[in-house]
């Protein structure tokens, strides 16, 4: 089994930045495709970015591109999201997933992912 833990959401003004983290343990592969997905109130979880663990490319969703950077440390199981220039609708529990299956193709769905973390709210203020 593999346990995704998630930190480093919190409180930000409008313009300001966040880095969440993930962290990956238990039974972990050598190929992953690790991602972020969020949910608003009301709303659908949505994606936001994934990277692959292997081939270590990196995509996002438009409303997030410009803004926000994946990035990987192999060493640690770890996936970090650093936002940038926050806005209000960023507002959502943000949750890392994982998969070991098709991780050298762009995953955005939901489904495409086996694993998730718990979740970590962000909230930006306006």
């Known amino acids: 089994q593999v346990q995704l833990v998630e930190s480093g959401g919190g409180l930000v003004q409008a313009g300001g930045s966040l880095r969440l983290s993930c962290t990956a343990s238990g039974r972990t592969a050598s190929s992953w495709a690790m991602g972020w997905f969020r949910q608003a109130p009301g709303k659908e979880r949505e994606f936001v970015t994934a990277i692959s663990w292997s081939a270590g490319f990196s995509y996002y969703a438009d409303s997030v591109k410009g803004r926000f950077t994946i990035s990987k440390d192999n060493a640690k199981n770890t996936v970090y999201l650093q936002m940038n220039s926050l806005k209000p609708e960023d507002t959502a529990v943000y949750y890392c997933?994982?998969?070991?299956?098709?991780?050298?193709?762009?995953?955005?769905?939901?489904?495409?992912?086996?694993?998730w973390g718990q979740g970590t709210q962000v909230t930006v203020s306006s």
């Open positions: 997933a994982a998969t070991e299956l098709y991780s050298d193709y762009e995953l955005y769905g939901m489904y495409d992912y086996d694993y």
